[in-house]
């Protein structure tokens, strides 16, 4: 079964920075696509970015290409977000997502999602 922990969300200043991190367990990933995903208070969840497991192709949602960078470390199982120049509306709950190619990253017989972690950006 698979298993993704977010870690490396905090609070952190208008215009910082911040690194988080996915730690995916359970199976081998590599026919895998991983993204991030977010959801601020009172808002739907938005996908950011996400990243082919082989090959590390990546994908960023328009407003965040320049600022927020996805990679993965293979040896380690894990995925990255480092999120630069946040501002307050950064503020969110970021989540891990997992899926295999083809499938939808929401279907629930096929996709895995984090308990997610709290970034808030302070002004």
């Known amino acids: 079964q698979v298993q993704l922990v977010e870690s490396g969300g905090g609070v952190v200043q208008a215009g910082g920075s911040l690194r988080l991190s996915c730690a995916a367990s359970g199976r081998t990933f590599r026919d895998y696509i991983m993204a991030w995903f977010r959801q601020a208070p009172g808002k739907e969840r938005e996908y950011v970015a996400g990243?082919?497991?082989?090959?590390?192709?990546?994908n960023y949602a328009g407003s965040f290409k320049g600022r927020f960078s996805i990679s993965r470390d293979i040896a380690k199982n894990t995925m990255y977000l480092q999120m630069n120049s946040l501002t307050p509306e950064d503020t969110a709950v970021y989540y891990c997502?997992?899926?295999?190619?083809?499938?939808?990253?929401?279907?629930?017989?096929?996709?895995?999602w984090g308990q997610g972690t709290q970034v808030t950006v302070s002004s």
């Open positions: 990243v082919t497991w082989i090959g590390g192709a990546t």
């Open positions: 997502n997992a899926y295999p190619m083809g499938r939808d990253y929401n279907d629930p017989k096929f996709a895995s």
